[in-house]
């Protein structure tokens, strides 16, 4: 059992280029999350899908795109990266009709030149 | 909108001292939660408390939902170099959108041998 996993682990990207975070969970659950971390903000919703086939734009969303392509998988577009994306990122599931606990990846650290 | 105010941002103690950490709010919150999240890591649920006044206990640690649900507090005992993390208290969001989650800013924790 995985639980959630985030590709890639590390990423270093110029200003403008692109690129596309992805996430699963294995673990049946409704509801996936983007955050992003950064150092004195706490974590930021930027993008989440209450159920498959919806998404919605969280606190921060300026910049981003996301796909919930199916019940595991949910992914982050960038698609002209910016200095200011340079952050940790999380993905996290739930089932919240069973609890309200959030299960994170191990996020992915980018970093924008 | 819900906030929720975590104190102190940065504690940094000697193995064997006893610590408390708190997370403030000016709303009710139906229940509250608390992750620690190691170096690299994703956040990791520790605990939720549900009912007002409710205490728990974790091994060393101990939690507490105040009688109004409006805040929390983390009590360590003992505390060792393996807690060391980042801690976040978290709560569902009202109004018919509780699959999302308002997170504290965190604690800092760093406990030296």
């Known amino acids: 059992n995985a639980g959630v996993t985030q590709t890639p682990k590390f990423q270093v990207l110029k200003t403008g280029q692109s690129m596309t975070l992805q996430c699963a969970q294995d673990?049946?659950?409704?509801?996936m999350y983007w955050y992003r971390q950064d150092p004195g903000m706490g974590l930021r919703l930027i993008y989440y899908?209450?159920?498959?086939?919806?998404?919605d734009k969280g606190e921060v969303p300026n910049g981003y795109n996301v796909s919930r392509l199916n019940k595991r998988e949910f992914s982050l577009r960038l698609e002209s990266a910016a200095p200011s994306q340079t952050s940790v990122y999380f993905c996290?599931?739930?089932?919240?009709?069973?609890?309200?606990?959030?299960?994170f990846g191990p996020g992915t650290r980018l970093t924008v030149t | 909108t819900q906030l929720l105010e975590q104190s102190p941002q940065f504690l940094s103690i000697q193995e064997g001292e006893n610590l408390t950490v708190y997370c403030n709010s000016s709303?009710?919150?139906?229940?509250l939660q608390w992750y620690r999240q190691e170096p690299g890591e994703g956040p990791v649920l520790l605990v939720t408390?549900?009912?007002?006044?409710e205490v728990k206990k974790l091994k060393r640690l101990t939690f507490q939902f105040g009688d109004a649900r409006k805040d929390s507090s983390l009590h360590i005992t003992a505390a060792q170099p393996g807690d060391t993390g980042l801690y976040l208290c978290a709560g569902p969001n009202s109004g018919g959108s509780n699959y999302k989650l308002t997170f504290g800013k965190g604690t800092l924790l760093t406990v030296n041998p």
């Open positions: 996290a599931s739930s089932d919240w009709t069973v609890s309200y606990e959030q299960y």
């Open positions: 709303s009710v919150f139906s229940s």
């Open positions: 408390v549900v009912t007002g006044g």
């Open positions: 673990m049946n659950h409704n509801s």
């Open positions: 899908s209450a159920s498959e086939g919806t998404t």
